[in-house]
């Protein structure tokens, strides 16, 4: 029982890890792409 805990337990450690650091890039791509949209739209004089 005690095994089956620390297993289960492992692979939501390891899936935690993973999804953080994907979401983490994901996250980041996102906001450069907000940054890039915000700075085309003030060079072309548009109101954000």
Same mark, same amino acid.
């Given at each position: 029982m005690l095994q089956? &805990?620390? @297993?289960? =337990? =492992?692979?939501?450690?390891i899936l935690g =890890? @993973? $999804? $953080?650091?994907?979401? +983490? +890039?994901f996250i980041h791509i996102l906001l450069v792409v907000a940054l890039v949209i915000i700075v085309l739209r =003030?060079?072309? +004089?548009?109101? &954000?």
């Open positions: 089956t &805990i620390a @297993v289960v =337990l =492992l692979v939501l450690w =890890l @993973v $999804s $953080s650091y994907t979401m +983490g +890039g =003030l060079a072309r +004089g548009e109101r &954000i």
